[in-house]
């Protein structure tokens, strides 16, 4: 989350995020726009010889790292404490955001473990995915701190 005028900010808060979440889409070199405009015929997110990437997850890659790189001063990420890994190393957030984290601009990451309320807590900050994470800040000269539960 990026903190703009006292007000946190996730991706899907961004204009590009607001509307492109939870819309298909994909790419038709016979269309003059060059988008499909019956979602059915798109492929998804599948790979394949032909088509390494879909248009979505092109599109979703490149957002998450323009997001990452204008963050600075104290970030928060917010993961999910009720599934486990809560942080998966082959997230977005893993191979888009937190590599394009400028360690230079962002002096501190404070990482909020937050379970659902009708869900087992799985994951703490003394989970080994979360070791992970912060070995991973610590890396990019970041200080990282977790909270378990906050309130």
């Known amino acids: 989350m990026v903190l703009f005028l006292d007000i946190y900010f996730s991706l899907f808060s961004s204009i590009p995020g607001y509307l492109f979440?939870?819309?298909e889409w994909c790419g038709n070199s016979t269309e003059t726009?060059?988008?499909?405009?019956y979602p059915s015929t798109c492929p998804g997110y599948e790979v394949g010889p032909d088509c390494q990437k879909s248009a979505q997850s092109v599109f979703w890659e490149t957002a998450?790292?323009?997001?990452?790189?204008s963050a600075h001063g104290d970030v928060?990420?917010?993961l999910n404490a009720s599934i486990s890994p809560a942080f998966p190393k082959d997230s977005y957030f893993g191979n888009n955001e937190l590599p394009?984290?400028?360690?230079?601009?962002?002096?501190?990451?404070?990482i909020l473990m937050?379970?659902?309320?009708d869900d087992p807590v799985l994951e703490t900050c003394s989970s080994e995915?979360?070791?992970?994470?912060?070995?991973?800040?610590?890396?990019?000269?970041?200080s990282p701190s977790c909270i378990d539960n906050p309130r």
């Open 114 to 117: 937050v379970h659902s309320l």
């Open 76 to 78: 928060h990420v917010m």
């Open 33 to 37: 726009d060059g988008i499909e405009k």
């Open 129 to 142: 995915s979360i070791k992970n994470l912060m070995a991973r800040f610590t890396a990019k000269g970041i």
């Open 64 to 69: 998450s790292k323009f997001y990452a790189r």
């Open 100 to 110: 394009n984290i400028n360690g230079s601009k962002v002096k501190k990451a404070t």
């Open 21 to 23: 979440d939870n819309i």
